[in-house]
T-cell receptor
Framework: DADVTQTPRNRITKTGKRIMLECSQT?????MYWYRQDPGLGLRLIYY???????NKGEISDGYSVSRQAQAKFSLSLESAIPNQTALYFC???????????FGSGTRLTVV | AQSVTQLDSQVPVFEEAPVELRCNYS??????LFWYVQYPNQGLQLLLK??????LVKGINGFEAEFNKSQTSFHLRKPSVHISDTAEYFC????????????FGTGTRLTIIP
C-alpha cells in the first residue's frame, strides 16, 4: 500500500457543488499538507497541519477548508466549487524536521 | 520570505547527453534546498536535498546538485540522461529553522529526445 493515499484519483464536478478530497497516510507523521498544482505555476500551499489540533492557512486558502480527523487523515473541502479550482491536488506528509515530504499520487479535479 | 526561481520551463536534451536544470533561490537567512521529480501521472518524489555540509549533493538515479551560496543557486545535473528521465523537476526551499514549509519553483519539464 502507498504511504500516502488520496481519494478519489479523478473527479468531475459541477459549479456550486461541495466536494471533499481525502488523504490518509501510514508514515506516522504529524505534519500534513495540501498543495494545488497548475501548469506553469508549480505547487502552491493551500492548508497545512502540524498536528491534530493545529490547522493553518497557506498562500491560497480562499474557497477551501480542511479537517484533520486523526493523525493519519487530512481532508480538503471545496464548499462551492468554481471552474478556476480545476487543478491537480496533492496531499503530503513530513516528519517534525520537515526535511523531506512524501506525496500522494494526486487528485485530478475538474469543475465544469 | 523565501522564493525559488526555475529559469527554464522546458529543457529538451538528446539521450545520453548531459543536462543541467537551473534553480536560484532568494532568502535573507539560511535555507534547506530540495529537488523533486514528478513522472507522468504520479506524485512528487524526493531526488536529493541539501541540509548542510558538502555543497555537492548526490541523489537517486544518477542526479547531483551543487549548492552555491554566493550565487544563491542549486542547479541539478546529470552527466548522461536516459529516456526514463523524462519528467517534471521541481526545486524547493525552506528556511532552516522553525516550523517552515516548502516553497516550490514553477517546475522544469525535461524531455529526452531519442
Amino acid at each position: 500500500d502507498a504511504d500516502v493515499t488520496q481519494t478519489p484519483r479523478n473527479r468531475i464536478t459541477k459549479t456550486g457543488k461541495r466536494i471533499m478530497l481525502e488523504c490518509s497516510q501510514t508514515k506516522g507523521h504529524d505534519r500534513m499538507y495540501w498543495y494545488r498544482q497548475d501548469p506553469g505555476l508549480g505547487l502552491r500551499l493551500i492548508y497545512y497541519s502540524f498536528d491534530v489540533k493545529d490547522i493553518n492557512k497557506g498562500e491560497i486558502s480562499d474557497g477551501y477548508s480542511v479537517s484533520r480527523q486523526a493523525q493519519a487523515k487530512f481532508s480538503l473541502s471545496l464548499e462551492s466549487a468554481i471552474p478556476n479550482q480545476t487543478a491537480l491536488y496533492f496531499c503530503a506528509t513530513s516528519d517534525r524536521q520537515g526535511y523531506g515530504y512524501t506525496f500522494g499520487s494526486g487528485t485530478r479535479l475538474t469543475v465544469v | 520570505a523565501q522564493s525559488v526561481t526555475q529559469l527554464d520551463s522546458q529543457v529538451p536534451v538528446f539521450e545520453e547527453a548531459p543536462v543541467e536544470l537551473r534553480c536560484n533561490y532568494s532568502s535573507s537567512v539560511s535555507v534547506y534546498l530540495f529537488w523533486y521529480v514528478q513522472y507522468p501521472n504520479q506524485g512528487l518524489q524526493l531526488l536529493l536535498k541539501y541540509l548542510s555540509g558538502s555543497t555537492l549533493v548526490k541523489g537517486i538515479n544518477g542526479f547531483e546538485a551543487e549548492f552555491n551560496k554566493s550565487q544563491t543557486s542549486f542547479h541539478l545535473r546529470k552527466p548522461s540522461v536516459h529516456i526514463s528521465d523524462t519528467a517534471e523537476y521541481f526545486c524547493a526551499v525552506r528556511l532552516n529553522f522553525g516550523n517552515e514549509k516548502l516553497t516550490f519553483g514553477t517546475g522544469t519539464r525535461l524531455t529526452i529526445i531519442p
